[in-house]
């Protein structure tokens, strides 16, 4: 988004009618493009706040910019390190731990988890010019006790620029009421909770009635009443009609009458989308039709993309009077078809990922009859392939992973020598004996899973010397990782959670 729109972002930001998840993504947008002004007018904005959400997600967003080590964060790390900024920060952050502090002494200890945060860990060498950064961001909704929305993103810091190499996001609302009905209070889980409690009690009091017997001469005490939960009622507290507005459903939520969970819709609807090089690779929505949509949908969508991403040369001259030619480049090419089938209470979906990516670097000195030279080639391929399921009712929930096909990861680096003729291995070292020139490792581990991993690698044996030059520049190197079922008719790992409700006497 072109930062001439800040205008329209901050009067967004600083609606306090506004949705907090909008609110977040307008500050995202501010921050993109920082100034000064910009920030000192977010911080003013958030004099007096009274959506944690919001306050939370700013804070912990300016705190990791303000000791971030990534390159492209740096004008925002610039503008908060200034001391005026600081005492500002500072006063932030007070403010957001007294709401924080006031909401677990209400709610209990669990509370102080429910808010908005972002996540970061980078890191950058000076000496080298290279660097990343691992950002994550998890936000929660406040009529929500689940996480509505996260953000992953990875950037390399390299060759004197950030690529964003790879980034995932999504979006998920509806799932409050089928966790309600599995670990809320008239869940299933606390009932079985309750049904052992009640066993237990009934033992305790009939051991207490022989007692009592034996001491007052056949006198047993009348049982005691259990006591009822504040919020165990299945009475006419929670019996609201169903021709009622929403507004007069809003007006019982805020008078106690009526859990805000029942006011989520009752199928799940959400998005995720994956980007990779900055452009959108996957996008996957479900639940987006009216109240009258389908019980069942299915899709099935191949993505297919290639760039170049990135094209750069470079001509120095040389005491010879031959120009010194560096040209760098990379090309990736990605191809993911995949499936999504959405029901009531189960999504099932398959992806079958593949795609390369290849980075070279070639210095050559030309001579127009004669062209010699040294390139670098480093190429990563991937292809796999992953199925699976998530079902949930009110007697539990089931995820089921499953892998058809043989998962690898490849890494192959290598350097050849350029002259007019071709391209030929290049040779960095001499060794007296040959079988010390490279080593080798061929292994697999059994996850106990049904899921083997194996490893299988090659690099030049002088790697670990001090005098060993860097990777890639140590020589040839294949590094391969692959991941498999030990029994290819098996259907895949299945983690169940199941409760079986109790029935009354």
């Not at 929930?397 to 291995?425: H, R, T, Y």
């Amino acid at each position: 988004m072109p930062c001439e729109g800040h205008s329209e972002l901050m009067n967004t930001f600083s609606n306090r009618q506004e949705d907090s998840e909008v609110r977040v993504a307008a500050y995202l947008q501010l921050v993109a493009c920082p100034s000064s002004v910009t920030v000192r007018k977010i911080l003013m904005s958030l004099r007096g706040e009274k959506n944690v959400q919001v306050l939370s997600f700013v804070e912990s967003h300016l705190m990791n910019s303000r000791t971030s080590a990534a390159k492209w964060k740096q004008p925002l790390r610039d503008i908060i390190a200034g001391a005026d900024f600081s005492n500002k920060l500072e006063r932030l952050i007070h403010m957001r731990e007294r709401i924080i502090a006031t909401s677990s002494r209400k709610g209990g200890f669990f509370e102080a988890f429910k808010y908005s945060k972002n996540y970061e860990i980078s890191s950058y060498q000076k000496s080298n010019n290279r660097g990343y950064s691992m950002e994550a961001s998890l936000l929660f909704h406040q009529g929500s006790f689940l996480p509505r929305a996260g953000i992953f993103n990875l950037t390399l810091d390299i060759f004197d620029g950030s690529i964003n190499v790879l980034e995932v996001g999504g979006r998920v609302s509806g799932l409050e009421r089928r966790f309600e009905s599995v670990f809320g209070p008239r869940g299933t889980l606390p009932n079985e909770i309750k049904k052992h409690t009640h066993e237990f009690d009934r033992s305790v009091l009939e051991r207490e009635r022989k007692i009592n017997d034996y001491l007052r001469g056949g006198e047993v005490p009348p049982p005691q009443t259990p006591v009822r939960t504040k919020r165990h009622t299945h009475g006419e507290d929670h019996q609201i009609s169903t021709h009622r507005s929403h507004e007069q459903l809003e007006e019982a939520v805020r008078e106690g009458k009526m859990n805000p969970v029942e006011l989520q819709p009752d199928e799940p609807e959400g998005e995720v989308y994956v980007r990779v090089f900055g452009n959108e690779l996957r996008y996957y929505s479900f639940g987006e039709d009216s109240p009258s949509r389908k019980r069942s949908k299915a899709r099935v969508e191949t993505s297919i993309r290639s760039l170049v991403f990135l094209d750069t040369s470079m001509v120095v001259p040389t005491a010879l009077g031959l120009p010194l030619k560096v040209h760098i480049n990379g090309t990736s090419s990605f191809t993911m078809p995949g499936s999504l089938k959405t029901e009531s209470g189960k999504i099932s979906g398959q992806l079958s990922p593949s795609g390369s990516l290849v980075l070279a670097a070639t210095m050559t000195v030309d001579g127009r009859a004669v062209r010699s030279g040294v390139r670098v080639q480093t190429s990563l391929a991937f292809s796999g392939s992953m199925a699976g399921d998530v079902e949930m009712d009110s007697n539990g929930f089931s995820v089921k992973m499953d892998f058809p096909e043989e998962n690898a990861f490849e890494l192959k680096s290598e350097i050849l020598s350029v002259n007019q003729a071709a391209g030929e291995p290049l040779a960095l070292y001499q060794f007296e004996k040959p079988d010390e020139q490279k080593s080798t490792v061929d292994k697999c581990w059994s996850t106990g899973l049904g899921v083997s991993v194996c490893r299988k690698s090659e690099h030049p044996t002088p790697f670990d010397q001090p005098t060993a030059p860097y990777f890639p520049l140590n020589g040839l190197t294949k590094v391969r990782l692959s991941w498999k079922k030990d029994d290819p008719a098996s259907s895949g790992i299945l983690f169940r959670a199941k409760m079986h409700p109790w029935e009354k006497d």
